[in-house]
């Protein structure tokens, strides 16, 4: 253990050294990037004058129009036009084909898409006629790149399959554009939620980019490689791969890769829940983008940091954070950036009650998304209308603004979780409208759907267990068969000699020494042994807890919300069905009050498997809550002193769970046996630990059975677990006492 734990510790000193060096060495790069692209401008343009040969230099404008900087559009679209002129009045079919496919490419770079589409659809026809297979394949993988953003996810996968195969099918093959085909299939593959398959397609791409000089290219391909790794929870790795992205973007003085590359650790941390590494992230990609002038980045990062402070609940610059990345997305003419930061900012006005404003900017979000032909994002907008309609019982509006967003999701397989949503705002409306029938549809639409991402979850969870287990798996062969390797070197060392002494000698230094390699390599290996079981057991502890959770959720979200709903229809019948002086009515009441307890009971199963208040407002509330609900039994007064727990982000979800399982066991325990009136709860915060006192007036504890019970042995069990210590004493009639102390658990970091 201490083996691994200096190697832990290694392993942050290295990882740190690296990050401080590549945030310094960047800097004076960004004093150069811009010469740099200018000079190959330059370069170009001096040939483009000197050119004599017209179909030459149409080919150099098109190489020069994608060299621009996002703010000389004007210069790029002229290029491009200069050499569509020229192949058209040669009736050269494959230079205008490949004019389509530059328009494409840069309409699509400045985040116009539908307008990039229909650029690449010109060239696949003009390609297909021509016989020009080359432009057909590249303009094909070009059209499922722009399917991808509007969330046709099914037709982009048809067309890059179509692609790969026929890039494929040329002899030689292009490696680069089959990488950039793959990393694209990466893509898709993640928004879909299929994580792993996502994996196996990037490393595909890796092996198209083995021996590549283009440093461009394999900054996007590591880029994705480093975000699907942080999907699938391998977060070290992922890293590491960041740390490649820096190395190349530095090699290439590029620095919309390096604040692309801050950016994506940024989301890292944030999913990670490690809000404050996250800012710390986004500032420094503020601070570069800042330097480069790129307006872009720094709308994109200013609306990230506005989402960090929004989950930690830091509201205060919250108006100031997204109308400055609004005008950073303006400065750049970036139209889809500016509909992301209009419908975060909506939705966080939403949120916050600020209906007018929040209309205001999720309208102008929903009217751009259409221009760009961004049809999923614009439903996504629509469903957050309809809920800010719903809010403010315009029903309506809502039921136009979610129906219409329906329409959209229907027949995509993306996006699972916005449409559940949106079938729970249906449900909602219709309820309040008193359209029982529809508001039951739509529950069931929303509890199917939940099952399928429940069940999809799972699938995902599974693989990413079978992952980590294979690459553990492979890790240990790999340090085992290093140590026979090194065992073999060794050996061969001492070989030689021709002097009976000597040779004696070196055999009597061999037996040493392998018999000290063997001692410390089954050293190792218990370590190791020692050490895989504590993470097992840690594992088998918080998967219970998920799973408990998980049953929980769906005890509340489905039975409780089906009930709910039998309980409404119920109502309506009894008003509307029954005659006068027929016993039906007093059955239908027996009938309802069965079904809300039942309801009842649901919740308190839910709860008590794992408490609503704690996941959702902490440990603090979770215990006040506890406490409130004994006291208004009136059987027994409970007088609470909590002293600190305001903030427990930083403490690990088990320890909190495992702290109130503590209480709460108590509490139980007093009112079952100990026949209190009166309850002392003290719960403390010192800088490292918290301390539960609690004390009773009950009748005590004098048997060694009551001592030796299933509870107090579980409640022993608990604290424990914690590496905590408990003290419990307790005399006849005069009533008991519990001390226990339990070291802070924080988070992983």
């Known amino acids: 253990m201490i083996l691994s734990q200096s190697n832990h510790l290694y392993s942050s000193y290295i990882f740190f050294s690296k990050l401080l060096k590549a945030f310094l060495i960047a800097i004076p790069f960004l004093l150069f990037s811009n010469g740099i692209g200018q000079s190959k401008i330059d370069s170009l343009s001096q040939l483009i004058d000197k050119e004599e040969i017209p179909a030459e230099k149409a080919r150099l404008h098109l190489e020069r129009a994608v060299l621009f900087s996002k703010n000389e559009r004007k210069k790029s679209f002229n290029d491009v ?3 569509l002129e020229y192949y058209k009045s040669k009736g050269d079919k494959i230079g205008e084909t490949d004019s389509y496919i530059a328009y494409g490419n840069l309409h699509f770079s400045y985040g116009e898409p539908k307008q990039a589409a229909h650029f690449d659809s010109l060239a696949i026809k003009l390609a297909e006629t021509s016989s020009y297979n080359k432009g057909r394949a590249v303009a094909t993988g070009n059209l499922g790149r722009e399917f991808i953003n509007f969330g046709n996810l099914k037709q982009a996968e048809n067309l890059l399959i179509t692609a790969i195969a026929q890039e494929e099918s040329f002899k030689p093959q292009d490696k680069a554009r089959l990488a950039e ?13 299929n994580y792993v398959e996502s994996l196996a397609l990037i490393e595909k791409a890796l092996e198209f980019c083995e021996g590549s000089n283009d440093d461009k290219l394999l900054t996007n391909v590591y880029n994705n490689y480093a975000n699907t790794l942080s999907r699938l929870s391998k977060f070290d790795e992922a890293v590491e791969v960041h740390f490649k992205v820096i ?8 620095t919309t890769a390096l604040l692309r590359t801050y950016n994506n650790l940024g989301i890292a941390f944030r999913n990670g829940g490690e809000y404050d590494k996250a800012i710390t992230y986004y500032k420094k990609s503020i601070a570069l983008a800042k330097k480069a002038s790129n307006y872009k980045s720094l709308g994109l990062s200013l609306v990230n940091l506005a989402t960090v402070y929004s989950q930690k609940e830091q509201l205060d610059a919250m108006d100031t954070l997204y109308t400055q990345g609004i005008h950073y997305f303006e400065m750049a003419s970036d139209k889809g950036g500016i509909a992301f930061a209009n419908h975060n900012y909506g939705n966080f006005l939403v949120n916050t009650k600020h209906y007018a404003e929040a209309d205001k900017r999720l309208e102008k979000a929903y009217t751009l998304r259409k221009e760009i032909g961004a049809t999923l994002s614009a439903a996504s907008t629509l469903s957050v209308l309809g809920k800010s309609a719903l809010e403010q019982k315009k029903w309506n509006v809502a039921e136009a603004y979610l129906l219409e967003a329906e329409t959209v999701y229907k027949g995509k397989n993306r996006a699972n979780r916005s449409l559940k949503e949106l079938y729970g705002y249906l449900k909602d409306l219709y309820t309040e409208k008193g359209d029982f029938k529809k508001a039951l549809q739509y529950q069931t639409q929303e509890l199917e759907l939940e099952k399928t991402i429940f069940t999809e979850n799972e699938k995902v969870n599974t693989l990413k267990t079978e992952t980590a287990y294979e690459m553990e798996k ?9 140590e026979k390797e090194e065992l073999a070197r060794q050996r061969l060392l001492f070989i030689g000699g021709g002097i009976t002494l000597v040779l004696l000698l070196l055999s009597l230094s061999l037996w040493l020494r392998r018999k000290q390699l063997k001692e410390r390599h089954q050293a190792q290996i ?17 998967t219970e807890q998920q799973e408990r959770k998980k049953i929980a959720h769906k005890l509340h979200d489905e039975a409780g919300s089906m009930l709910s709903i039998a309980i409404l229809n119920l109502k309506q019948l009894k008003s509307d069905v029954f005659k006068t002086g027929s016993n039906a009515e007093q059955k239908l009441e027996t009938t309802q009050k069965i079904l809300t307890d039942i309801s009842d009971s649901v919740r308190n199963i839910s709860h008590t498997l794992m408490p609503v208040v704690l996941e959702k407002y902490g440990l603090k509330a979770a215990i006040q809550e506890m406490v ?4 208004t039994s009136q059987k027994l007064k409970v007088e609470e002193i909590i002293e600190g727990l ?3 982000s930083t403490w690990s979800e088990e320890f909190c769970l495992t702290v109130y399982r503590i209480v709460q066991e108590v509490m139980n325990n007093i009112i079952k046996h100990a026949q209190a009136t009166n309850v002392l709860l003290q719960v403390v915060e010192l800088e490292d630990s918290v301390t539960i006192y609690i004390e009773d007036n009950g009748k005590g504890m004098d048997d060694q059975a009551a001592k030796d019970g299933l509870g107090l042995k579980i409640l022993k069990s608990n604290v424990e677990y914690l590496n905590g210590t408990i003290e419990i004493n307790g005399n006849t009639n005069k009533g008991t006492f519990i001390l226990a102390e339990l070291p802070i658990e924080k988070l992983d970091t």
Do not use: P
């Open 646 to 648: 305001d903030d427990t």
């Open 181 to 193: 085909l793959y990393n694209r299939y990466c893509i898709l593959k993640g928004a879909q939620g």
């Open 628 to 631: 409130n609900a004994v006291n």
């Open 247 to 254: 190395r190349l973007s530095e090699k290439m003085q590029d």
């Open 474 to 482: 492979r890790d240990m062969q790999m340090a085992l068969q290093k």
């Open 526 to 542: 218990i370590n190791l042994d020692q050490e895989h079981r504590l993470n097992l057991s840690k594992s088998l502890k918080q």
């Open 81 to 83: 036009a200069v050499a």
